[in-house]
Nanobody, 122 residues
Framework: QVQLVESGGGLVQPGGSLRLSCAAS????????MGWYRQAPGKQRELVAT???????NYADSVKGRFTISRDNAKNTVYLQMNSLKPEDTAVYYC????????????????WGQGTQVTVSS
């Protein structure tokens, strides 16, 4: 089966930086879209950033200019570089992959990672 595993979360001070990684494993041929959601207590789930196979990106207004999403298609890995972090960025960050083309069956939709905690606090 296809699995997504996030890493890179942790505790950081306001104004600091953190880089999240998410690696997809399994019999994968290609992944059309990858991205990051975040969920904080008392807040709605938010789509933070997406990147499609061509490299085109989209960002939530709340992170524009501070976060950068990128991917390595050969490694089936997506990254989220987070700079100028604010306390309101504190959340569990979830990696997603959509339209995953496998070598054994039809494309898979909306695969979720297990999440990684990001805490921004002094």
């Amino acid at each position: 089966q296809v699995q997504l595993v996030e890493s890179g979360g942790g505790l950081v001070q306001p104004g600091g930086s953190l880089r999240l990684s998410c690696a997809a494993s399994g019999s994968i041929f290609s992944i059309y879209a990858m991205g990051w959601y975040r969920q904080a207590p008392g807040k709605q789930r938010e789509l933070v950033a997406t990147i499609i196979i061509s490299g085109s990106t989209n960002y939530a207004d709340s992170v524009k200019g501070r976060f950068t999403i990128s991917r390595d298609n050969a490694k089936n890995t997506v990254y989220l570089q987070m700079n100028s972090l604010k306390p309101e960025d504190t959340a569990v960050y979830y990696c997603i992959a959509d339209n995953v083309v496998t070598v054994t069956g039809p494309p898979l939709r909306m695969i979720w990672g297990q999440g990684t905690q990001v805490t921004v606090s002094s």
